[in-house]
């Protein structure tokens, strides 16, 4: 149990993680998940109940204690250094030292970080500052950190949030070297796809409590999203709206910048989903930025309701009714040490 100013965070759960089983946990947002797994990693200290590791009673009241007791964590929140190295970020606390004890081994740390990405199959250099790292490639660095430590337990919170189908694949891949490993992961995750792929057993949340756990194998979706929010879904199909005759509010007329966008055109109808698919790289977030004015371009034209727009800063795209929900929320989308009304009224 955990309770919060206001809030009944936990209310009475139980969970339980067997080696070498992937163990998904299921629940909408604010269901607690995350709460749970803060407990169990050391983050938030519990106000009721008791956590047994190999069936004996532990006490977890910091992040270094749950290390120490083999239980690692990947954060849905990334927790990286931008100005240190991605080998820097691995091993902080714990760096290699040599001669006399007293100077870091940078050899030993890049060659212990180039080891682990080796295991991951995953091509990146350990020199390289996390600051000029993808979203995606920062996610990986998270997961070496979390398999630097040898963990028995290992809790993926929205592991594959930013990684496209390749670098899932991968996770997985090491997901399965891990099971083989004898070594217990509690995956939190909304995609249903996913848990069928990769998850053993499925224990879902809802409001703090604790609802049931099932086999994987042995449990359709429609029943697990049921559990998820409390009522039978009704399964028919979507009605899709008709936009083709509505008004043009959004044209795009060869766009291009440097190498990165190189001649895009597109429309967008008043009442239209316009979804961009792509792999990571291939322009997507460029394009959006450039649009909203963050970036500049080099050649294009837009055209809002038919006029032509001008859209050279964020503010000009503000003033022309455009709004921007950035890929990275926290880095680019907030500014966390302000306040919610503050955040809320700046644009």
């Known amino acids: 149990t955990k309770r919060f100013p206001g809030v009944l965070a936990l209310d009475n759960c139980r969970f339980d993680l067997r080696p070498g089983e992937v163990h998904a946990l299921m629940g909408e947002n604010g269901a607690g998940k995350s709460t749970l797994m803060k407990i169990l990693s050391g983050v938030y200290q519990r106000d009721a109940g008791s956590i047994l590791v190999d069936g004996k009673e532990v006490e977890i009241d910091s992040p270094r204690a749950a290390q120490e007791l083999g239980i690692g964590i990947i954060h849905q929140e990334l927790n990286l250094m931008n100005h240190l190295s991605a080998a820097q970020n691995i091993f902080i606390g714990r760096e290699p030292h040599g001669r006399f004890g007293v100077f870091l081994d940078e050899e030993t740390l890049n060659r212990q970080a180039a080891e682990i990405f080796g295991r991951m199959h995953l091509k990146l250099d350990p020199r390289t500052p996390v600051g000029e790292l993808t979203v995606a490639k920062q996610q990986m660095v998270e997961i070496a950190k979390a398999l630097s430590f040898d963990s028995r337990v290992l809790i993926m919170d929205e592991p594959t949030a930013a990684l496209n189908n390749a ?181």
Request: hydrophobic share 45%; glycine share 10%; aromatic share 6%.
């Open 167 to 347: 670098e899932i694949d991968d996770l997985f891949r090491i997901i399965r070297e891990l099971q083989a490993q004898d070594v217990g992961i509690v995956y939190i995750s909304h995609k249903m796809d996913e848990l069928r792929r990769i998850s053993n057993r499925v224990t879902v949340m809802r409001d703090g409590k604790y609802i049931d756990t099932v086999p994987t194998a042995d449990t359709p979706i429609d029943a697990i999203i049921s559990m998820m929010v409390g009522r039978q879904l009704d399964s028919a199909a979507p009605v899709v709206v008709d936009t083709a005759n509505n008004e043009v509010v959004l044209e795009v007329k060869g766009l291009s910048r440097g190498s990165a966008i190189r001649d895009v055109s597109f429309s967008l109808r008043k009442g239209e989903i316009l979804g961009f698919a792509g792999l990571m790289g291939a322009g997507r977030t460029e394009v959006a930025r450039a649009i909203f004015g963050a970036d500049p371009v080099d050649a294009g034209e837009i055209y809002i309701h038919g006029g032509k727009a001008f859209i050279r800063s964020p503010a000009d795209a503000v003033a022309h009714g455009i709004g921007y929900l950035s890929e990275d929320r926290k880095h680019f989308g907030l500014a966390t040490g302000l306040d919610v009304k503050a955040n809320i009224s700046m644009s």
